[in-house]
């Protein structure tokens, strides 16, 4: 038994066929539980018709396995994903020199609006944010409706639309200035062009 699994040990891990079917590919997995063949045995448990027949083990290689008193190892996944995977199979030490990544969702609850609200615009807005942030260009930006529907009346929902459009009109958020002034270069754009115009006509060609 060349790698002898210890129980917390945890990366990638490589497995010799067939049980190499067992994990997902880059995939960070730990040793959960580390017992012996004979362990398995002395408890009353048939080790070849549970760990080695499913994948197809020949009965020579278990009986080598059980010569060798080799360990019956756990792997978890972060999903939760479990194998188990006698050590005879395991090509060595995990290897954990890779580099992280984790799949990010971020929420944001807008409280109760307005059933009629279009929010294509603000989530266009947010997926332009994360792509010049993050350099992601994929994220899935979504309205989901949760919990129960709210009623007001019609006078309450016009302060409270009076309200949110005080909060944008004095808004300094840099997207609110962005806007503005994206606004304003686009009126002196116009105003060149117009002065463009009006001089190609009058000066003589």
């Keep these: 038994m060349d790698y002898k699994p210890i129980i917390g040990d945890s990366g990638f891990f490589t497995l010799k066929s067939p049980y190499d079917v067992l994990l997902t590919p880059k995939t960070f997995y730990t040793v959960q539980s580390v017992r012996t ?3 398995f045995i002395a ?3 048939s080790v070849y018709d549970k760990y080695y027949s499913p994948l197809g083990v020949s ?3 278990y009986n080598q396995d059980l010569f060798d008193n080799v360990y019956i190892v756990g792997l978890q ?3 939760g994903e479990l194998a188990y995977v006698p050590s005879s199979f395991i090509a060595g030490a995990p290897d954990n020199n890779g580099v992280k ?3 990010v969702v971020i929420g944001v609850s807008l ?3 307005q059933d009629s609200y279009n929010l294509e615009s603000i989530i266009s807005q947010i997926q332009s944010i994360i792509t010049n942030t993050l ?3 994929d994220a899935q930006v979504k309205g989901v409706v949760v919990g129960s529907p709210k009623w007001f009346t019609t006078d309450e929902s016009d302060l409270l ?3 949110r459009k005080q909060k944008i009109s004095t808004s300094q958020s840099p997207t609110i200035l962005i806007n503005y002034l994206q606004d304003q270069v686009n009126q002196q754009q116009e105003v060149i062009e117009q002065y463009e115009k009006i001089f190609k006509l009058t000066v003589p060609t």
């Design 135 to 137: 350099g992601i260009d």
């Design 111 to 113: 409280g109760a609006i």
């Design 77 to 79: 996944a972060g999903t």
């Design 59 to 61: 009965m020579d290689q």
């Design 37 to 39: 063949i004979n362990d």
């Design 43 to 45: 408890s009353g448990q």
């Design 101 to 103: 990544y984790i799949p």
């Design 161 to 163: 639309e009076a309200a």
